[in-house]
């Protein structure tokens, strides 16, 4: 069974980073394309980026590109979130979700419906504030 489980969120302020971990169980990390979404209160859950493990590449959105990082280690199984330079904007409750390379997504999966996805981790809280 796929689980994922989120970490690594807390309280920083405007202009400090942040690392997320998803660490993946039931699953091999490099055989699935992992997004991670955020959702503010009030706000529709948001692709922030996703890498691609069927068509290669990790494709991030606007609103986080230059500022956000991911990065898989597959020796443990796990990927990870670095966010440089957070901004009010930024707070929100972070997921990581996972599907199959076999299914074919789009290029850019950070795009794609959150119901495309098909294991999700509870989330971890992101918080920016001075």
């Known amino acids: 069974q796929v689980q994922l489980v989120e970490s690594g969120g807390g309280l920083v302020q405007p202009g400090d980073s942040l690392r997320l971990s998803c660490a993946g169980t039931g699953f091999t990390l490099g055989d699935y394309s992992i997004a991670w979404f955020r959702q503010a209160p009030g706000k529709e859950r948001e692709g922030v980026l996703c890498s691609n493990a069927r068509e290669g590449g990790t494709y991030y959105s606007d609103s986080v590109k230059g500022r956000f990082t991911a990065s898989r280690d597959n020796a443990k199984n796990t990927m990870f979130l670095q966010m440089n330079n957070l901004e009010p904007d930024d707070p929100a409750v972070y997921y990581c979700?996972?599907?199959?390379?076999?299914?074919?997504?789009?290029?850019?999966?950070?795009?794609?419906?959150?119901?495309?996805?098909?294991?999700w981790g509870q989330g971890t809280q992101v918080t920016v504030s001075s």
């Open positions: 979700a996972a599907v199959s390379k076999a299914v074919r997504m789009p290029v850019e999966c950070q795009r794609s419906r959150e119901r495309d996805f098909e294991s």
